[in-house]
Nanobody, 120 residues
């Protein structure tokens, strides 16, 4: 059983930075794909970024790569989402998820979500 515990998030002003953390337990992070998702009020959940067990990183859409960075520390079993130059449209509940097959195609476990609110 894999558990994901999220931390970080909060209320910030436009242009600020935040780092979200996803602590993984129950399995070595190096064997998992981890993705970050977000869901804004009244909208469907959307993918933000993911890394596969092989280290391959994808951002959705590509333009987010300029402001967001996904990373991991396998020694700590931690995944991170660094967010810079935050905009009000980044306001959402952010979730991390894990794929035990390592590909990042089907998400088996989810974190509880953390609220990010960017004021204008």
């Amino acid at each position: 059983q894999v558990q994901l515990v999220q931390s970080g998030g909060g209320l910030v002003e436009t242009g600020a930075s935040l780092r979200l953390t996803c602590e993984v337990s129950g399995r070595a992070l190096s064997t998992l794909a981890v993705g970050w998702f977000r869901q804004a009020p009244g909208k469907e959940r959307e993918a933000v970024a993911r890394f596969g067990a092989n280290g391959a990183i994808t951002y959705y859409p590509d333009s987010l790569e300029a402001r967001f960075t996904i990373s991991r520390d396998n020694s700590k079993n931690m995944a991170y989402l660094e967010m810079r130059s935050l905009k009000p449209e980044d306001t959402a509940v952010y979730y991390c998820a894990a794929d035990v097959r390592g590909w990042g195609m089907r998400w088996d476990y989810w974190g509880h979500g953390t609220q990010v609110t960017v004021s204008s």
